[in-house]
């Protein structure tokens, strides 16, 4: 395995191990785990889990949900899974080596009450020189239409989708979820106050049917380049986005 650093996320709540080079957890799954609507008993996939960033956030603000990652890379799901030990979630978080296309059998379909991604940025052009972050952050054989597709399916009928994805994207997402969820809310996270976003956190439900709203969203920084209070307590203090 590659050199990898021992980092902390919320505060220090959290220790995550990842690689020193390549893809390495930013805010953003502090603020995908953050939207999930999870209750004690309710079982979540974690669409691209890489080292387990979300599924850790929100196994520490959710202790009795269950949370299964799913990823391709065999050397992130190695320190996902020295990150569950390291922060005592054995037997409540887990991660399993697969693909979209070919997610392990145990991975049922219609199986889970929410589904939480974090898909690749890049539809393509030049990739990264490391191959783990290119292969986490561009499109390869599998584009964005192929992983909305595959995520909504593994949810229960009224099951959540929750996402994370670049603002410039949007159209793609909506498109990709047309007919397929309801409920969609579009929620920007807004750089700074007068800012385009430009990430969006989508939410929807399967087999519900109720109209779009988008959202007023959170602005992420104060002028003076600090994180505002609504944004510092989700990345601080494991706070949920309502």
Known sequence: MSEYTEDTLMGGRILLRQPAEGYRAAIDPL?????????????????????GAASL????????????????????VALARDNITLNNMTGRVE??????????PRLAPGSFHHVMTNPPYH?????????????ANTEAEVDVAA???MCVAMLRPKGTLL?????????????????????VIVFPLWP?????????????????????????????????GRYSAEADAVLRLGAAID
């Open 95 to 104: 991660t399993v080596i697969g693909s979209i296309q070919a997610p392990p």
């Open 57 to 76: 956030c929100l196994g520490w603000r959710v202790p009795g949900c269950r949370i299964i990652g799913l990823e391709p890379q065999a050397e992130l």
């Open 147 to 149: 992983w909305m597709r």
């Open 163 to 183: 996402a994370v994805h670049r603002a410039d994207r949007l159209d793609e997402l909506l498109a990709a979820l047309q007919g397929r969820v309801g409920e």
């Open 31 to 51: 603020f995908l785990a953050a939207a999930v609507p999870a209750q004690d008993g309710h079982l979540v996939l974690d669409v691209g889990s890489g080292v």
């Open 192 to 224: 700074k106050r007068g800012r385009a976003a430009k990430r969006i956190l989508l939410r929807a439900r399967k087999s519900v049917h109720s109209p779009l709203t988008l959202h007023p969203g959170l602005i992420l920084h104060e002028e003076d």
């Open 123 to 135: 539809k393509g052009g030049t990739p990264s020189p490391h191959a783990g972050k290119a292969q």
